[in-house]
Nanobody, 128 residues
Framework: QVQLVESGGGSVQPGGSLTLSCRIS????????MGWFRQPPGKEREPVAR???????MMPDSVRGRFTISNDNGKNTADLQMNNLTPEDTAMYYC??????????????????????WGQGTQVTVSS
């Protein structure tokens, strides 16, 4: 049984930083693609970052330059380092995964639909 467990959420002031961690277990040997998504209050869920098993990663313009994702050399983890946080980053953050390589050609608006394993989410609140 595949399980994803997120940790590291919390409250921070604007301009602050947080690191979210995700650990996945139960996957069979092989390639997989992990990602972080977020759902702000009253809004749709949106992608934040994706990373392949070999560390290749991509993130949308909305967070590029402030967020980074890493996977500890493919050890079934995906850490999201978030810097210079703003109130607009307030959201429930979810870790997700799917087997196989990340499809880098896929449009960001479609990415969510190919992930079939999801964590329970961790809340991030940015306020003064």
């Amino acid at each position: 049984q595949v399980q994803l467990v997120e940790s590291g959420g919390g409250s921070v002031q604007p301009g602050g930083s947080l690191t979210l961690s995700c650990r996945i277990s139960g996957l069979t040997d092989g390639d997989y693609c992990m990602g972080w998504f977020r759902q702000p209050p009253g809004k749709e869920r949106e992608p934040v970052a994706r990373i392949d098993i070999d560390g290749v990663n991509m993130m949308p313009d909305s967070v590029r330059g402030r967020f980074t994702i890493s996977n500890d050399n493919g050890k079934n983890t995906a850490d999201l380092q978030m810097n210079n946080l703003t109130p607009e980053d307030t959201a429930m953050y979810y870790c997700a995964a799917h087997e196989g390589r990340c499809d880098w050609a896929m449009a960001w608006v479609l990415v969510e639909y190919i992930y079939n394993y999801w964590g329970q989410g961790t809340q991030v609140t940015v306020s003064s």
